[in-house]
């Protein structure tokens, strides 16, 4: 596994232990975004990706994250001790989407995002300094749409570090409202 780029977005001064986001390619293949980087109590600490974990009403059936007092539903009183504990005692609130799977795959992209930050928090000294966590890495010209796999496969170029086109296909012909009443060729069973 070779990490390829990382782009680093530095939070405002006024954040006290959230210090930066980022992304990180790798191979050339594989974009995982909105890792956080945290000054913790033993230093920097990279947070990998997260959701909020949830749970339903008792009442309605309706979902609600753990945090919440009243039902979003029906506005139900909540037990504010439903979430699972940790062994510390700690609550459980978010799960992980993405995570390295052994302590030496989590070393080794920590180590880079932590480089990688440092050096941009440098960059971000120098006179117009400008983050590019932010910038496209898409062509303009690239057509949009279900089809678009084969296409790439017969010799298109590659676009960008993230080999992502642009766009959305919400606004194509090949957009999913514009093909509900067909069925997209070349796939079995009408299945996009």
Known sequence: MIITEVRI???EENNERLLAFCS????HAFVVRDLKIIEGTKG??????????????????????LRARFCNQCGTRQDEQRATRLTEGRAKLHADIAHPINSAAREHIQNAIVKAYEEEKEKSKLP???????????????????????EMAKG???????????????????APAAKAAKPAEGFADGIA
């Open 128 to 150: 117009g300094y400008v983050c590019t966590y932010d910038e496209f890495d898409y062509d303009d010209d690239v057509p949009v749409g279900y089809g678009m796999v084969p």
């Open 9 to 11: 977005k530095l939070c």
């Open 156 to 174: 298109m170029k590659a676009h960008g570090p993230h080999a992502a086109p642009k766009g959305t296909h919400f606004q194509t012909e090949g």
């Open 24 to 27: 990180v390619t790798f191979d």
């Open 44 to 65: 920097l600490f990279v947070a990998m990706p997260s959701r909020k974990l949830t749970d339903r009403c008792p009442r309605c059936g309706g979902k609600n994250h």
